[in-house]
């Protein structure tokens, strides 16, 4: 393959990485919450039931923010179930996942768990089953100081201080038929606008996050997202995007182009956004928060697959393995999420354990790393800066993207698509400059040239890759290091110049010390 370059300047960027656009996702699906790292009895549980081995995990990981309790779960979730007296706490149906939920685990728990892993809590309210008033109630009980029914009640529930949660979803995926109480754009754009106002009346400091499409293919996408903004622009200062990617077809090229479309999707929201802002003659500027993103296809289900089983607590449900061609897939979506660090300032990883994850469990034995764990600890450690604008010279090849909607094949056509995907990253405290490529070519190296201007003594501090002869590789609980990151060797630095042979289907990291 001919030379790929890759040209950048020290003083041209992007913008600044958000700690949030490195957040995850807990919801109560399957054994994401029970099982995966709240498991009362596992050899490794505290007196919480929290499973150190999973934070040990969690940890190494480093997701900066957690939204929590769903997903299509909170659509019917009453938070008061999930306080207090665990003895006390009801069983409910859980019609999202056609579970029972025990309420064992509840907003408390998952405060106290936030603040062992170190990460900030994103909480969701239902604005589905109900509105304004629950998420009032919620913010009061988690919030407020003292004083109040709600929060003298947190209190005696043993939370003295209030959580002081910031970051708030008003709902989810609201315009998904399959969601608990869907709604129009209108009258999900009224509901949420007056809880939202509600909220930060009772704390002004919030920030909030209005539904946006539950994806990109959604028939009501782009009118839905305008519509919404009309009501709560003044209101909130994110709108939420939702990602999965597939490879169904078993076109793995395709797959590998797939993270491209997310580029667009931002960019796509971005300008609707901006257009609402521009009606009204408004300088504010709507942030994304792509609180779902990630790779998910083998264990999607449909509502009637669910209730043949009946109302299990916590199954073994959307327990997708991952091999080493998801997580290039995977790395692609990070490089996408970094190249749009100046409009996406909140991100979330779905999910976090067990469920669509990065990190396994057995219930009762131990926990491992899936392959897409990796490049998510690179881009969650080392991506952390000044995201710089690059030019990017690289051969190209054409590819057909199905995202089937149900049972109909919907394509996507991408004549032109980059064999190198990459970001470099500025961290200007660390001294570091972080190389992220992907090569996408299944067949042939890529000879990197870099030409970093500005950056006159670089020097090679790191550099490893990911990659395996089998795209099928995974890890399990046998082989939990079947795949794993390995030195890339001969990085070849010279003054600001960087050249390296990227291997076929690679994912890479190459890190810089700035003199
Ligand atoms: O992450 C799994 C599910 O995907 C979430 O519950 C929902 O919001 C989305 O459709």
């Known amino acids: 393959m001919r030379n790929v370059d890759v040209r950048l300047h020290r003083d041209f960027a992007i913008g600044t990485t958000h700690p949030r656009l490195f957040g995850a996702f807990l919801e109560h699906l399957g054994r994401c919450i029970y099982g995966g790292i709240f498991e009362p009895g596992h050899p490794s549980a505290d007196a919480k039931g929290f499973r150190q081995d999973v934070m040990a995990l969690v940890r190494d990981l480093a997701p900066a923010i957690m939204r929590y309790p769903g997903g299509n779960f909170v659509s019917g979730y009453n938070w008061e179930d999930g306080v207090g007296p665990v003895a006390e706490r009801p069983r409910r149906l859980d019609l999202a996942w056609m579970s029972t939920e025990t309420n064992r685990f509840g907003t408390n728990e998952f405060i106290d768990w936030c603040r062992m892993a170190g990460t900030e809590p994103m909480l969701a309210v239902n604005l589905g089953t109900r509105a304004g008033d629950a998420a009032r109630n919620l913010v009061e009980y988690c919030n407020h100081p003292s004083g109040t029914a709600l929060s003298d009640l947190r209190r005696r529930h043993g939370w003295e201080q209030p959580h002081g949660v910031k970051f708030w979803c008003l709902g989810n995926e609201m315009d998904g038929p399959w969601q608990m109480e869907a709604k129009t754009a209108t009258e999900y754009g009224r509901i949420a606008v007056e809880a939202a106002k509600m909220m930060k009346w009772i704390d002004p400091s919030l920030e909030l996050a209005a539904c946006g499409s539950s994806g990109r293919r959604m028939a009501t ?233 500005g950056f006159d003594g670089l020097a090679a501090r790191e550099a490893l890759q990911l990659c395996d002869a089998d795209l099928k590789a995974a890890n399990t609980r046998q082989q939990p290091d079947r795949v794993v990151p390995k030195p890339l060797t001969a990085v070849g630095v010279e003054g600001g110049r960087v050249e390296a042979s990227l291997a076929p289907a690679s994912w890479n990291v190459i890190r810089l010390a700035v003199r």
């Open 221 to 453: 996408y782009g009118a839905w997202e305008q519509a919404v903004l009309e009501h709560t622009f003044d209101h909130v200062e994110y709108i939420s995007l939702h990602t999965y990617l597939n490879n169904y077809d078993g076109d793995t090229p395709a797959f590998l182009a797939s993270p491209d479309l997310m580029d667009d999707f931002i960019d796509e929201v971005v300008a609707i956004a901006d257009a609402v802002a521009a009606r009204r003659r408004s300088a504010k500027r709507i942030m994304l928060s792509f609180d779902e993103w990630n790779v998910w296809y083998r264990t999607r289900r449909n509502r009637r697959d669910r209730v043949k089983e009946g109302w299990p607590i916590a199954p073994p449900i959307l327990e997708e393995i991952y091999t080493m061609e998801d997580a290039l897939a995977f790395g692609g979506c990070c490089i996408a999420l970094l190249n749009h660090a100046d409009r996406v300032t909140a991100a979330c990883l779905a999910q976090l354990v067990n469920v669509i994850a990065p990190i396994m469990t057995e219930t009762g034995g131990p926990a491992w790393r899936q392959t897409i764990f990796h490049p998510f600890a690179h881009f969650s450690r080392l991506g952390r800066g000044r995201v710089l604008r690059t030019q990017i010279d690289s051969p190209t090849y054409s590819a057909r993207y199905n995202d089937p909607n149900g049972s109909n094949d919907e394509f996507f056509t991408m004549p032109a698509v980059p064999y190198l995907k990459l970001a470099a990253v500025h961290d200007d405290t660390g001294g570091t400059l972080t190389l992220f490529a992907l090569n996408r070519s299944l067949t042939e190296a890529l000879p990197l040239r870099v030409q970093a201007a």
